[in-house]
């Protein structure tokens, strides 16, 4: 169920089998986003576009919330292999939507506990859940041109 700064969380499943098929949130009472229509097995629907789901996420675990927020770092680990992050064009739709970026804090200085949050993660089916490092050390050189300027890699 949706509210203040949470999506509407929505289960496609086979009717035949009860097998969930993809899941999809969907935000509410918030600013018009860059949409495009996708196509998944024949359902096609508009969603907003890769940059802004990237925006949407990178923004989430720059704050604190990222240790609630694990899924968005396995999120931006799996999309990290399919779109190029362009700094110029990140920081111009952060702006356009509203959202900006912290600090990176609990992200870059606290990764023992981000590794817990990420143990208690679970991965739905039979999806293989890659290791913690693989995903922090994926993630973190993705973002590493978003980072503060004053960070160096411990």
């Given amino acids: ?3 203040e700064g949470r999506s509407a969380g929505f289960e496609f499943s086979d009717p035949d089998t009860a097998e969930i098929l993809f899941t999809l949130d969907m935000d509410v009472d918030r600013p018009v986003s860059p949409t495009q229509i996708y196509d998944v097995a024949g359902l096609r629907f508009r969603g907003i ?6 925006a949407d996420k ?4 720059s704050t604190d919330k990222v240790f609630r927020r694990i899924k968005d770092v396995v999120d931006l680990y799996y999309l990290s292999q399919v779109f190029e ?3 110029e064009t990140m920081m111009s ?6 959202r900006h970026l912290e600090n990176f804090d609990g992200f870059l200085h606290r990764p023992d ?3 817990h949050a990420y143990d208690k993660f679970r991965f739905s089916g039979d999806v293989t859940k890659p290791s913690f ?3 922090y050390d994926a993630v973190k050189q993705y973002v590493k041109s978003l980072l503060p300027p004053d960070y160096t890699a411990e």
């Avoid at 990178?58 to 675990?61: E, R």
């Fill in 1 to 3: 169920m949706y509210g």
């Fill in 49 to 54: 576009s890769p940059v802004q789901m990237l």
């Fill in 58 to 61: 990178i923004s989430a675990i």
């Fill in 85 to 87: 992050l362009d700094q």
């Fill in 93 to 98: 739709t952060l702006q356009n939507s509203g």
């Fill in 113 to 115: 506990d981000l590794h």
């Fill in 133 to 135: 490092d693989e995903v």
